[in-house]
């Protein structure tokens, strides 16, 4: 679908949930599109980007930034605490911080550098195994425990289960948000980025409606 339509349904929801035009940030989700995918949307104006993966994202993006002055990158995927460093290095915000081992890495890396992305805690809302993120009766303390290291933790980010309905993940999600003080929520995907809007969804990350299919089979 064209980025000028998926802008406009934005607008839309905006509008439908009596919010600012302009209030939720459209995170185009490039992982695994081929190059001219992504150049063509990075010519039509859009700057800000959601990668899951450090490497994908160091062999990609260092070009682009070059060519297209004030892209905005936020990681997405899961962290491993060893790529922190190349994170913090390459990223503006960070979704995905679910760990203590992480967040003390990321404190660490604050310090020497004087400066951190913005951090997201990753909530596992469904509470699925194979899921990253902490579970909700763990988020608050664990909200508490970032904020002691000083980090700039900003909002809450979650991924509803496949195939279930993701209205009660959202709303659960800003009920966490509003009760921690966080003011952004990044949820939303393309199949679900109105609903994620109409419960406060500040940041909505956006694949394969704006880019088409990820094809695997390519990397
Ligand atoms: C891949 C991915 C998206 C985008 O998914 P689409 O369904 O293609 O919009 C959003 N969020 C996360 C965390 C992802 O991994």
């Keep these: 679908m064209p980025l000028a339509d998926i802008i406009a ?77 190349a994170a913090v290095e390459l990223f503006d915000a960070i979704h995905t911080v679910d760990r203590p081992s992480l967040a003390e890495r990321l404190a660490r890396l604050a310090d020497q550098r004087g400066t951190s992305p913005e951090l997201f805690v990753q909530v596992n809302t469904g509470r699925e195994p194979q899921k990253a993120g902490v579970l909700p009766e763990a988020a608050d303390e664990f909200v508490a425990q970032v904020r002691a290291l000083s980090l700039p933790v900003v909002g809450l980010m979650c991924i509803p289960p496949e195939g279930e309905d993701s209205r009660p993940h959202f709303a659960m999600l800003a009920e966490m948000a509003a009760r921690n003080g966080l003011t952004k929520l990044s949820m939303g995907m393309s199949a679900d980025f109105e609903a994620a809007i109409a419960a406060g969804a500040t940041h909505v990350r956006v694949g394969s409606a704006i880019f088409g299919a990820r094809d695997y089979g390519q990397r």
């Excluded at 992982?31 to 800000?48: C, F, M, T």
């Excluded at 980007?49 to 899961?78: D, S």
């Design 9 to 85: 349904r934005i607008n839309a929801a905006e509008r439908a949930a009596a919010r600012p035009e302009g209030s939720v940030t459209l995170i185009a989700v490039s992982k695994v599109q081929p190059a001219e995918r992504v150049e063509a949307v990075l010519d039509q104006g859009h700057r800000v980007f959601g990668e899951n993966y450090v490497q994908e994202a160091q062999r990609k993006w260092p070009a682009w930034r070059a060519r297209y002055p004030g892209v905005q990158l936020h990681m997405i995927g899961p962290l491993q605490t060893n790529k922190a460093k």
